[in-house]
Nanobody, 118 residues
């Protein structure tokens, strides 16, 4: 079993920055993708950014140029640096881990609230 523990959410003014962290523990196969998704009230959960175990990155168009995803493979930790935050970035941010062994495994963190005030 894998556990994901997120930290770093909070309240920030528009134009400010926050850094989210997510530490994974448990049975994690070497081939994996870690990422962040978010869900605003009344909306579906959406992709924010992902990073593969080989370092490949993928971003939602709405965050390109403002958010940066990175990871520390030795610590199984993924980070999301969020700059130039906008009120529309307000959401619960969820950490996600996809990993492949005999089959695909998909894990989620508990979520951390990010609120951007105008």
């Amino acid at each position: 079993q894998v556990q994901l523990v997120e930290s770093g959410g909070g309240l920030v003014q528009a134009g400010g920055s926050l850094r989210l962290s997510c530490a994974a523990s448990g049975s994690i196969f070497s081939i994996n993708i870690m990422g962040w998704y978010r869900q605003a009230p009344g909306k579906q959960r959406e992709l924010v950014a992902t990073i593969g175990s080989g370092g490949g990155r993928n971003y939602a168009d709405s965050v390109k140029g403002r958010f940066t995803i990175s990871r520390d493979n030795a610590k199984n930790t993924v980070f999301l640096q969020m700059n130039s935050l906008k009120p529309e970035d307000t959401a619960v941010y969820y950490c996600n881990l996809q990993t492949w062994g005999a089959r695909k495994y998909d894990y989620w963190g508990q979520g951390t609230q990010v609120t951007v005030s105008s």
